[in-house]
């Protein structure tokens, strides 16, 4: 069997975490493709990362991640600064985020189609786009749709998504659209995720991952029944980037064998509760 390389399309992003017994970690390497990458790379020995950053990332930071074995040929520097953020957490697990930087910062960091190697596209690599802003995240599925067919794509979603034409639209193109519980709610306009991945896969998705936090995961295909994946018994020191690194560590689901698929949907949850 032919193994693909992992393509991780994200942000980087410098976090202050604040956790709910007043500890810190302050000036964290983070960002969304951090987390996938690192996923993936407990998994697979290939994974590349797309990202912008800002001029004053810290190179140190891009040779930790070279270390530990992504390639970094995706990375682009930009003029201004690195997105940066508190990440704060509450007793009951619930997390706000103080930005740093200048909201917009976000979208003019966003990663774009020309970004994307095109050497890693001629290997019809599993491409994993994580939350950005809607306009971003479908001018990258549809490029990679476009100049690799055989690319295997998967699709995170973003706070900022609403429901709409716009994200049915980017989630048909792609081969597994994950969204998390609360994200999936304020699409579908209701929190019930059965109801709501069975919605996405009736209107032509192709395969629906909802993130259920300390739940597991749903995962829903057309015309079958819903499987429920339990999360992996863990005790929780410190959340961040689960939902990040279960995305990263998560294939093909829709296409394997029935009793191929329990073993690799168990996966993503058990990456996701690695310290």
Not at 73 to 93: L, M
Not at 232 to 259: I, L, N, W
Request: aromatic residues 4%.
């Amino acid at each position: 069997m032919t193994v693909r390389p992992v393509v991780i399309v994200g942000n980087l992003t410098i976090d202050d975490v604040i956790r709910p017994d007043g500890s810190s970690q302050m000036g964290t390497l983070g960002g969304n493709s951090v987390h996938a990458a690192a996923a993936a790379l407990t998994w697979t020995g290939e994974v590349g990362v797309v990202a912008r950053c800002g001029t004053d990332f810290p190179g140190a930071a891009l040779a930790r991640l070279r270390a530990a074995g992504a390639d970094t040929a995706g990375i682009r520097p930009v003029e201004g600064p690195t997105v940066r953020n508190w990440v704060i957490y509450e007793a009951d697990g619930t997390r706000n985020w103080v930005y740093r930087t200048p909201r917009g910062r976000g979208a003019e960091v966003a990663p774009r189609p020309d970004d994307v190697p095109e050497a890693w596209l001629d290997r019809a690599p599993v491409m994993h786009v994580a939350a950005m802003p809607l306009a971003a995240a479908a001018a990258i599925v549809g490029s990679v749709r476009a100049r690799a067919a055989g690319a295997v794509i998967t699709l995170d979603t973003h706070e900022d998504w609403r429901r709409g034409a716009g994200v049915l639209d980017v989630a048909r193109l792609v081969d597994v659209f994950m969204p998390s519980r609360e994200e999936l709610a304020e699409i579908a306009g209701y929190d019930d995720p059965e109801r709501a991945a069975a919605e996405l896969t009736g209107a032509g998705v192709r395969c629906v991952v909802v993130k259920l936090g300390g739940d597991g995961a749903l995962v829903t295909r057309p015309a079958s029944p819903a499987t429920s994946v339990p999360a992996a018994p863990v005790e929780v020191v410190d959340p961040t980037g689960a939902g990040d690194s279960f995305c990263g560590a998560q294939r093909k689901p829709a296409q394997r064998k029935p009793a191929q698929r329990r073993p690799a949907q168990r996966r993503p949850t058990t990456t996701a509760s690695r310290p």
